[in-house]
């Protein structure tokens, strides 16, 4: 398990608690009914839902609503959602992944192309940056969930293949194919995972100096503000001295 240098996606990187909730929960449900659509409605069955459940509980998302989420998955009347990927390149040469579901590809296609011209940064084609990532699959506890050596040795003994741990959280990475297989292992001895997903890590970091964060971020937060996207991924990193300046 060789070590890593550290990513964050965006919803981590700013944490759940300073994304407005309404927004949170409406891409959560979106990600629970298309996962109900496209396979089982039951959890134990389908492992895009459980994590996709699992995502949402973390998140504290009423139980309600997760479960209106599914059934409208079941309904005549659920918009058609697609899975798109959108890739580019934001200041200083960093290269982001943007996952989005949406009904309408044109729009969603136009709204993120707007957010990256904005904010100093372009849209790629198809593979343009996917190149310098690995697809993997991410499984990430909070720090209580135990001590940095007892994550690491469940996760090697699970068959993961790298552990990266701070003070706020566990993150386990597997190969892609393994998953479901690993976060199920891992519940046994250390409980529910935060989340358990496919991610982009990337190969190689950028580091940033302070302007250069300040663009990033408002590209960022501008492309999370977009209701159509789910995730943003990138290789960044900001120096310590740097975030504290930022605050």
Known sequence: MAGHSKFKNIMHRKGAQDLKRARVFSKLSREI????????????????????????K???????????????????????????????????GTALIVEALT????RTAGEVRAAFSKHGGNLGASGSVSHGFDRLGQIIYKVEAGSADEVF?????????????D?????????????????????EKLGEADSAKLAW???????????????LMKLIDALEDNDDVQVVYGNY???????????
């Open 237 to 247: 990193e900001v120096p310590d001295d740097v975030l504290a300046k930022l605050g």
């Open 58 to 92: 973390a998140s504290q998302m009423p139980r309600d609503n997760i479960e209106r989420a599914i059934k409208k998955a079941q309904g005549g009347d659920v918009e058609n959602y697609e899975e798109i990927r959108y890739e580019g390149f934001g200041p200083g």
């Open 103 to 106: 009904d309408n590809r044109n």
């Open 153 to 165: 040795e469940a996760a090697l003994e699970a068959g993961a293949e790298d552990v990266v741990s």
């Open 33 to 56: 009914t298309v996962a109900a659509k496209l396979g089982a409605p039951d959890p134990e069955h389908n492992p895009r839902l459980r994590a996709a459940i699992s995502a949402a």
């Open 167 to 187: 003070d706020e959280t566990h993150e386990i990475y597997t190969s892609a194919e393994s998953l479901h297989e690993v976060a199920r292992a891992l519940e």
């Open 201 to 215: 890590r990337p190969r190689d970091m950028v580091t940033v100096d302070e302007d250069t964060a300040v663009s």
